[in-house]
C-alpha cells in the first residue's frame, strides 16, 4: 500500500529477529524442529520462532504490529493459516476429479486430467511451509472453453446457477 508508514512494523521486526549464530552452541532440538528456530529451552527461541513464521507465512502478516509484538497470536493465527489451506486444498481436491472430466474436451487428454488429482484423496496436500508433496504443477490455459450437454432444461438450469455461484462466467447455447 503506497502511502503506508511501515516504520514502526519493521522496528518491531528487528526487534524480534534473532539468528541461530547469536545464541550460542547448537543443541538438540526435536524432531522435525525447523533449522531456522532455536531450541525450545534457549532465551532466544521465540524471537526466532516469531522472524520463521514472519518469512513463510504471506507477507500480509507483517502489516500487523499487534500480531508481531505476540508471539502466541501469530503462532496461532499461523496454525490456522496452514489448517485452512490444507482444508481448502482437500476441497479442491474431492470436487476436481470431476470438474476436470469436464474440461477434457478443451485439450486434455483423459490421462492429464487424471494425473492433475491425486490418487489418494485422502493424502495430504502439500506442506506450505516445507513444500513436500506433488513434484509439479501443471499451469492451466489461462481461459477455458467447455461445452456442456444437459438432457433437459432444468438440468441446463441448475448446472448454469452453480457454476455461476462458484464464480465462473457461464451462458447458455441453445
Do not use: F
Amino acid at each position: 500500500m503506497r502511502g503506508t508508514d511501515y516504520s514502526a512494523i519493521e522496528a518491531a521486526i528487528e526487534h524480534v529477529e534473532t539468528t541461530i549464530e547469536e545464541s550460542g552452541p547448537a543443541r538438540p532440538t526435536p524432531p522435525g524442529w525447523p533449522a531456522q528456530v532455536l531450541p525450545p529451552d534457549d532465551p532466544g527461541w521465540v524471537h526466532s520462532a516469531t522472524s520463521w513464521l514472519l518469512d513463510i507465512l504471506p507477507p500480509d502478516y507483517r502489516t500487523h504490529s499487534e500480531i508481531i509484538t505476540k508471539p502466541r497470536a501469530l503462532a496461532w493465527m499461523a496454525a490456522t493459516h496452514v489448517e485452512h489451506y490444507q482444508a481448502a486444498a482437500q476441497r479442491g481436491y474431492r470436487s476436481a476429479a470431476v470438474d476436470l472430466r469436464m474440461l477434457a474436451a478443451t485439450g486434455y487428454d483423459p490421462e492429464d486430467v487424471e494425473d492433475l488429482v491425486p490418487r489418494d484423496l485422502d493424502q495430504p496436500p502439500p506442506n506450505p511451509v516445507t513444500g513436500a508433496g506433488p513434484a509439479e504443477r501443471v499451469e492451466p490455459p489461462t481461459v477455458w472453453g467447455v461445452v456442456v450437454t444437459c438432457d433437459s432444461e432444468a438440468e441446463q438450469v441448475e448446472l448454469l446457477e452453480r457454476l455461476s455461484a462458484e464464480g465462473h462466467s457461464v451462458r447458455a447455447l441453445m
